[in-house]
């Protein structure tokens, strides 16, 4: 949530140009990732806001599309309920965060009525675009389960993005999109764990509710400017958008896994969403 301040300091004076090409494989974050491979997480897209400083358009979370004309993202991401459509802009279709790709336009902003902050739930939001992504290359939406897809932490699940690869450590040049496989971390143990990690662990009630899901482990997380961003899982040959990069204690600790908006929970809300704006 910290990552406006931060995406404006480090990633905002990016030149667009041709980056310098980073080996596949080579270890940096997400945290405890590595180089995504052009063309394997065709969802993934970058949302930006313009910074006037910089005069550019910067990155300020992940999102995934959905559809061809929708992007979903987290609703801490859009900074007002009514948000300007005219306010945002999207990067599809590249590695590379300022690889010089044409930015696609937003004509809508839809976030969830129960969205107060992430830490209560429903941080989840929609954006449509004026313009359909698809036929691009590498540009490709992600499905969202309709069954209910039970993720068990054998299933292999992965969080991509550009944010973070340390607590204050963020992506450096050439920004190339990163990846790294999580383990889903069953709700009642995570709620245990933030109950003994967090300075609430007096709280009563549940601090990871029904509708948010548990993934990573020690070293293997989502951080600051992962943000919107997916959690797929492969189930039966096939990729799910699973989550939407949320909240957490810090990064890539031990006792404290990162935090998502559980897609399966709001899959009939988005699908009526894009039915109702064609
Ligand atoms: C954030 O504030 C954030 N380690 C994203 C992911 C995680 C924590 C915080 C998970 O953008």
Not at 227 to 251: E, I, M, R
Request: glycine share 10%; with cysteine.
């Amino acid at each position: 949530m910290l990552w406006l301040v931060l995406s404006t300091v480090f990633l905002g004076n990016s030149v667009a140009g041709s980056p310098a090409p980073v080996p596949d494989g080579e270890l940096v974050g997400i945290i405890g990732g590595d180089s995504a491979p052009q063309g394997k997480w065709p969802w993934q897209v970058s949302l930006r806001v313009y910074a006037y400083h910089w005069a550019s358009w910067v990155h300020i979370c992940g999102g995934s599309l959905v559809h061809p004309r929708w992007v979903l993202t987290a609703a801490h991401c859009i900074s007002r309920k009514e948000a300007d459509p005219s306010a945002y802009r999207i990067h599809a279709g590249d590695v590379y965060l300022y690889g010089g790709k044409a930015l696609l336009n937003v004509s809508r902003v839809i976030v969830h009525p129960d969205y107060v902050s992430a830490g209560l739930g429903a941080d989840i939001a929609l954006l449509q675009l004026s313009d359909a992504a698809e036929g691009a290359a590498n540009v490709k939406p992600v499905r969202l389960s309709s069954a209910p897809l039970e993720v068990t932490p054998e299933d292999q699940c992965w969080v991509t993005g550009w944010g973070s690869i340390g607590m204050h450590e963020p992506l450096p040049p050439p920004y190339r999109l990163q990846q790294v496989a999580v383990r889903v971390v069953e709700n009642g143990v995570c709620d245990q764990l933030y109950h003994n990690v967090s300075s609430e662990h007096h709280q009563l009630g549940k601090i990871i509710q029904d509708d948010m899901l548990c993934a990573g482990t020690e070293g293997r997380d989502s951080c600051y400017g992962d943000s919107g961003g997916p959690l797929v899982c492969k189930v039966k040959h096939v990729w799910y958008l699973v989550g939407v990069v949320s909240w957490g204690y810090g990064c890539g600790w031990r006792d404290a896994p990162g935090v998502y908006a559980r897609v399966q929970t709001y899959e009939p809300w988005i699908t009526r969403q894009i039915q109702s704006h064609p």
